[in-house]
């Protein structure tokens, strides 16, 4: 038996990142609290390396190794440079946030980046056990980031429920993992087409395993009825770690979800779509309409997210390349606009306030005209009207769903129902995105605190806010690019 | 002049002298001479505006009905939607209309908004850019980014500036106007799957089996009527015109309630023509139940302002009635001649509606001004303290009553003489406006200008300064003017009628 030594080229960035991590996890050992600004600026650099590396080492074509189970596409290369410069965004929301609250831990940082090992090692998957490897790295993060604030009880409590409904769905997932093992007899995703073309997909104990899969995939994502933690989790969260999920997490979950359909299981879509269609209708449903009756803004983001998780599973349901363009860009621009939102909120917090409240972006405009139409860009740019972002993004999810009814017979009528449902939630989802406006733009402000941050973080929520609406007047680079990447 | 890029510069200007008129700020004061400044700045933009939109009327070429002044680049190539602009007889005098009204909304606004006025006429330019946008867009999803991207502007100007109850009628505004558009946005998309492009005019060509055509004819209604409004989804009206400041209440009336009949023109009967016709009657009995009912509700009103909404929305009737009379004409008839003349009278209604429904809001607004109430009730015996300013208002009650001479006669009289054609009991319904129409607006006229000075705040009002006086004089002229000599817009307007005619006469089945 020779031993063969693998192509490393394809995990560069992620052995990269890992040799950073310990990098900046040593040097934090010696600097103080004061001094922790160094730690922040350590993981900037790293996040920059690791940016450089990934797209220095970006291949042309798909590449497999470690024996297949690891592989490297241009879809890995996006995800990454999306999540790594996501990353880099939390971090410059969070730098102020972090030191005004006395929370000036390096664990923020070095957890966040550890997330980020995981997300990467997700968007390489090529087998379910790299994919699940990668989730728990992800996950392992998240529960402690979630807990950081020690002393707070609140926090506790999210930790808490987060881990234990995290662990049952992992547990879940692992056993749906299982079961497609025995059926195909196989972990690896190419493999596993190939097996499925030879055993068919007539298999009840198949699909019993794919929906165990899915419960994975929505749990991860927050898909109604698997979305009982997010609500809690963001609102119990700090800020910084609000912003974390809220938008790296969305990243890691399509990658969750577009390894294991696309690429493992696209026989199944006959059975995977009609499960997605109920998970994403009911989120759509449930997300908007609790959203209306928040008063937490944190939280009301927490159920829009819910929503617009319904529209990202649409795009994986209308199983055609355009879906899946669609649920591509959809992630991309909501991952950036939900970091705007969250970053904010982190903006207007000061030390032992938080401006969770919608009441405290009251008269926010009559404060600061700027941030006020800011929060209006990210706010416009969820709600999904023209010419901000987010509209295209629908409109995309919402023109693959009619391309899709073109194509699938008698079940048409379905898929233009799916799509006029999704119309009709997004109008009731304005409903709560105009409402921030009000506040911000119509009423009085009862809180007239100087707002106060760093250069660079106004500056880098002034670039995200323009690239929101920017991207939405010309969208068609970014169009473009995900159709290059999927297609 | 070179006239190559025109309508993006008419598209773009005003956008841009928007956000130059935000960065100049207005000191937050707006006796402050940085907001004199901005002022000035915004004014003289909107008059380079007006001034550049001059060559759509005289170099206008009323020969052909073929797309004027195009401008085409691609724009988004993954959807094959383009950045694709041009104007014909339809289109191009609702520009003209656009760039004439915000001048008059910008002078309107000079003393009377007090706070962050910066942002008032930054809001109301950037409105105008997107509204021009509308009317010149030729590719759907570039009409559909303006379409909506509108109803920012005007969400802000009602949220902001409005009354009491603002926040209740903005946000219903948005809402029911946002729920409308969507399922227009589904049917624009589903067109697009079926014709590769987002190209307006692919859209008027391709064919669509009937129940496609059904669904898609009712998404455009549910969009435009929305927007007309047409009787029963009107409720938004009364409550945005109530509450918006007057500038707000002059656009929304004589510009945004247009982009409803322009959107019937220009997708509902081109792409579904045979939709239309099957279910024309519908149409008919929502413009006739608009025309009396509504009338008769404008009838009982105390709020002056509610009064102009209710009989916009009446008025507004009659463009929905002349632009679906045309399958009655041709059954009882086989006359083309008389069809384009219900869809001439529309438009020429729209225009002449803009003008007139924008002074009447212009003149509440004067009155406002002084008393701060809109209450018939709390007005009386105005024309001996204000006598001019009661000429104004007479004449443009007369107007709006449809007295010949005036641009309001015109478009109606057209509209009912092609009703007399299709039907005589829908002529019979739409004639009931000239008694109502009359009824409404003089009443209350006779209550607020007439009789003996009811209370001392009547006695103490002060007649129309120099600002008014302009504003109102401009509209006087153009009502006039249109009133006795509307003929180089029916010129205007023929030969892209014609050519709607006869393209809507033909199936698409």
Redesign the interface.
Known sequence: MTFEIPNFGPAIPEMVLLGLISVVLIADLFVSDEKRIITFWLSMVSLAVVLVCTLYTAPGERIETFSGSYVSDMLATVLKVAATACLALVFVYSRDYLMKNNLRKGEFYLLSLFGLLGIFVMISANSLLTLYLGLETLSLSLYALVAFDRDSRICAEAAMKYFVLGAIASGAFLYGVSLVYGITGTINFVEMTAALQRVGSDDIALWFGLAFLIVGIAFKFGAVPFHMWLPDVYQGARTPVTLYLGSLSKIASFALAARILIDGLPLLHEQWHQMLAVLAILSLALGNVVAIAQTNIKRMLAYSTISHVGFILLGFFAGNNEGYQAALFYTLTYAFTAAGAFGVVALLSRAGFEAENLEDFAGLNARSPWFAAMMACFMLGMAGIPPWVGFWAKLHIIEAVLQASRTVGDAAPVFVGVAITMVLFSVVGAYYYLRVLKFMYFDDAKDNAPIEASVDMKLALSANGLAILALGIVPGGLLALCARVIG | MTTKNLLSLLIWLPVVAGFAA?LIGDGGDRTSARAKAMRWFSLLASLLIAAFSLPLLLQFDKSTAAMQFVERLP?????NAEYYLGVDGLSAPLILLTTFITPLVLISAWEVIKDRSA?YFAAFLILEGLMIGVFCALDA?LF??FW??M??PM??II??WGGQR??YA??KF??YT??GS??M??SL??L??RTGSYDLLEFHKVPIDATAQTLIFLSFVAAFAVKVPMWPVHTWLPDAHVEAPTGGSVVLAAVMLKMGGYGFVRLALPITPDASGSLAWLLIALSLIAVVYIGLVALVQSDMKKLIAYSSIAHMGFVTLGFFLFWGILESTGDTNGVALGITGAMVQMISHGLISGAMFLCVGVMYDRVHSRNIGDYGGVVNTMPWFGAFMVLFAMSNAGLPGTSGFVGEFMVILASFKANFWIALLAATTLILGASYTLWMVKRVLFGEVANDKVAALQDLNAREFLMLTVLAVGVLLLGVWPQPLVEMMQPSVDALVDHIGRSKL
């Open positions: 935000l724009w988004i190539t993954r959807f942002q999803m559909y980014v909506e991207a109803l920012v969400f802000l949220g902001v603002r926040i903005t946000i948005f809402l946002f729920l969507v399922f946005l589904v998309i589903y697009y799957t």
